[in-house]
């Protein structure tokens, strides 16, 4: 991901629309995604517009393991304007596990 920036905000101070920008060798793409939040079922949910060129949607739910730690079970689908094999060799096979990679090292860098 080279960039995200916030669009929009709910009340709470979340974010509601973010535009993401991501760049790969000879190309980039660019999309929003609208976020969902239930709280009280500690789920977190997000998707790109009905029709989009580019298709990201997915959810993160936490279950509490402790006062310090917790479970994440992440569902991540894409459907990028791209080949099946190109997906497979950028994200080694399981986009899913890319991201929550990247999420993990940015908890480690800022958290």
Same mark, same amino acid.
């Given at each position: $991901?080279?960039?995200?920036?916030?669009?929009?905000?709910?009340?709470?101070?979340?974010?509601?629309?973010?535009?993401?920008?991501?760049?790969?060798?000879?190309?980039?793409?660019?999309?929003?995604?609208?976020?969902?939040?239930?709280?009280?079922?500690?789920?977190?949910?997000?998707?790109?517009?009905?029709?989009?060129?580019?298709?990201?949607?997915?959810?993160?739910?936490?279950?509490?393991?402790?006062?310090?730690?917790?479970? $994440?079970?992440?569902?991540?689908?894409?459907?990028?304007?791209?080949?099946?094999?190109?997906?497979?060799?950028?994200?080694?096979?399981?986009?899913?596990?890319?991201?929550?990679?990247?999420?993990?090292?940015?908890?480690?860098?800022?958290?």
């Amino acid at each position: $991901m080279q960039s995200a920036r916030v669009l929009s905000r709910d009340a709470a101070g979340r974010a509601l629309e973010v535009a993401f920008r991501a760049a790969f060798d000879r190309a980039s793409l660019g999309y929003v995604v609208r976020y969902a939040y239930r709280p009280e079922d500690l789920v977190v949910r997000w998707s790109t517009a009905a029709g989009s060129a580019i298709r990201v949607d997915g959810e993160a739910r936490f279950a509490a393991l402790s006062p310090r730690a917790c479970l $994440m079970t992440y569902r991540l689908g894409l459907e990028l304007p791209v080949s099946r094999a190109w997906i497979e060799t950028h994200y080694d096979g399981h986009a899913a596990s890319a991201v929550v990679g990247d999420f993990r090292e940015h908890l480690r860098r800022f958290g």
